[in-house]
């Protein structure tokens, strides 16, 4: 598969050849403005690398913003991680079967979102997917057997997951429900770190978690440039795409897997049986919002490309890239290909 360059025009503005000035034009303004530079920082959060890089005055106002930056994305993993035995996540999964159990508004909030991406979706985007999900040990190899299976695949249901809006509780209507917020947490924690920069008058960043990125303003003039990664061969894009201002999350059966008798067990699960979804290698999608690109992204890729591409060209302000089993690029209508 080639290399191809997307241009998707309602992401981004384009110079003509925007390739050759992303590459010369930051050189010649580090040389005309002395103060202001750019500052780089990663941190391993919520699994996965967190990287924050913004254009600040100085050394002292980059350390605070990131920082700042920083303690949201440790904030979400705190409160929403399933494996954190302090976490509120944990919490309801330990007791949201027995009774009602009130909870913050930051994660009602989030909760909502994702049962509004599960109705969207007639279900492919599910956070009780992890009521089979949490037998899957993709670093040991493991996934669940036969039992394990039919003993839980009826509480992947996201209809039996009741929000009480008056109350601010959850509860679960079904024995064996387990919820997990990995197909949206990280792109909610990206919002959260953006919305802490603009706070702070940062007007050019980019905070990526994984694979979720969201951009503030361009780079002087011209846009970022976002590379999605071909699923089959490592440090090689498939596309790579100029953009500002927006969020885009990549979706990939490449993330989190292992092979066992030649098949690829990895860590999107199709809810109506309990497997990897096995459609398509990646999907990507671009919005405003890292929160929708984020469960997007897991949503399209089990939809695979033909019901993927329909509830992507539905929606307002969204777009995707899509790439099949067979390596084949799929766009949504409103990208516009320029090789
Ligand atoms: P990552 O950036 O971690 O690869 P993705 O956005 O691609 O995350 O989503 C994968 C994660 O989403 C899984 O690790 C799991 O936590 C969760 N997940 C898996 N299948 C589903 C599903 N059908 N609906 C909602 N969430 C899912
Ligand atoms: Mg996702």
Not at 30 to 46: G, Y
Not at 283 to 311: N, P
């Amino acid at each position: 598969m080639a290399a191809a360059l997307l241009i998707p025009f309602k992401h981004c503005r384009i110079a003509c050849s925007w390739l050759f000035l992303v590459c010369t034009v930051p050189l010649l303004l580090f040389s005309s403005i002395a103060s202001a530079e750019w500052f780089r920082e990663e941190a391993d959060v919520m699994g996965t690398r967190i990287s924050v890089e913004l254009w600040a005055d100085n050394q002292a106002q980059a350390n605070t913003v990131i920082a700042l930056a920083m303690d949201e994305l440790r904030w979400v993993d705190n409160t929403m991680s399933p494996y954190i035995e302090t976490s509120e996540l944990y919490r309801i999964n330990q007791l949201a079967a027995k009774q009602p159990v009130v909870i913050s508004k930051d994660l009602f909030q989030l909760i909502e979102k994702a049962q509004y991406f599960s109705k969207e979706s007639n279900g492919a985007f599910d956070i009780s997917f992890s009521s089979v999900g949490h037998f899957y040990d993709y670093r040991a190899g493991v996934k669940p057997n036969q039992q394990q299976l039919v003993q839980n695949l009826a509480a992947i249901n996201y209809q039996l997951i009741k929000l009480d809006a008056e109350h601010s509780t959850i509860f679960f209507q079904h024995p064996n429900i387990k919820i997990d917020l990995g197909g949206i947490a990280k792109g909610y924690a990206v919002d959260h770190a953006i919305a802490v920069l603009e706070k702070n008058n940062i007007v050019s960043a980019i905070v990526a978690a994984g694979g979720d990125s969201r951009i503030i303003g361009d780079r002087f003039g011209d846009p970022w440039v976002i590379g999605v990664r071909h699923p089959r061969q490592e440090n090689t894009y498939a596309v790579r795409i100029p953009l500002e201002n927006t969020a885009i999350s990549t979706s990939g059966d490449y993330e989190r897997f292992f092979i066992k008798n030649g098949e690829r067990v990895h860590h999107i699960l199709n809810p109506v049986t309990g497997l990897p979804a096995n459609k398509v290698q990646s999907a990507s999608i671009l919005s405003a919002k890292a929160v929708d690109t984020d469960a997007l992204s897991t949503t399209v890729f089990v939809l695979g490309v033909e019901q993927g591409l329909a509830l992507v060209n539905r929606m307002q302000g969204v777009d995707a890239i899509i790439i099949d089993g067979e390596g084949k690029l799929h766009y949504s209508d409103e990208l516009l290909l320029a090789e």
